[in-house]
C-alpha cells in the first residue's frame, strides 16, 4: 500500500476526515503542475482513489520522494481554505519545483535515482 495520501496529509493542518476527497484532488492537482507545466519526471508513481460511499482511502503509490511529498503537501496547504500565509505557501512550493526543475535527478530521471 502506498503512503502518498498518509504523508502528505500528515503535513497539513487538517484532522478528521472532511477534507480527505479535497486532499486526493489536491495531490493529483499538484502532480498535474509538476509533471505539466515544470516537466518534472516524478521517481514513482501516485495512485489514490476514494470509494465515494464509504470514504474508504485506496493508496496504490509508489512515490515515496520525501521533497516531492513535501511539494506537493505544500501545493495542497495553499489550496485548502483561505490559508493566510498563501503567499509564503506559493513562494515555497514555486522555489522547490524550481529547485527541481534544475535538478538532473528530477528531469532526467532513469529509474535508477534513489529515492529520498
Known sequence: MG???EKVKNMLP??????????????????????????IVL??????????????????????DEYILTAIATWCNMRIGNPANYDNLLRAYESMKGSMRISH??????????DG
Open 14 to 39: 487538517v484532522s478528521g476526515n472532511a477534507y480527505d476527497a479535497e486532499i486526493i484532488t489536491q495531490i493529483k492537482a499538484a502532480k498535474l503542475d509538476l509533471t505539466r507545466t515544470a516537466e
Open 3 to 5: 503512503v502518498v495520501f
Open 43 to 64: 521517481p514513482g508513481e501516485i495512485n489514490i482513489s476514494r470509494d465515494a460511499e464509504t470514504g474508504k482511502i485506496t493508496d496504490e503509490s509508489t512515490l515515496t
Open 105 to 114: 535527478h528530477y528531469t532526467d530521471y532513469d529509474g535508477e535515482a534513489e
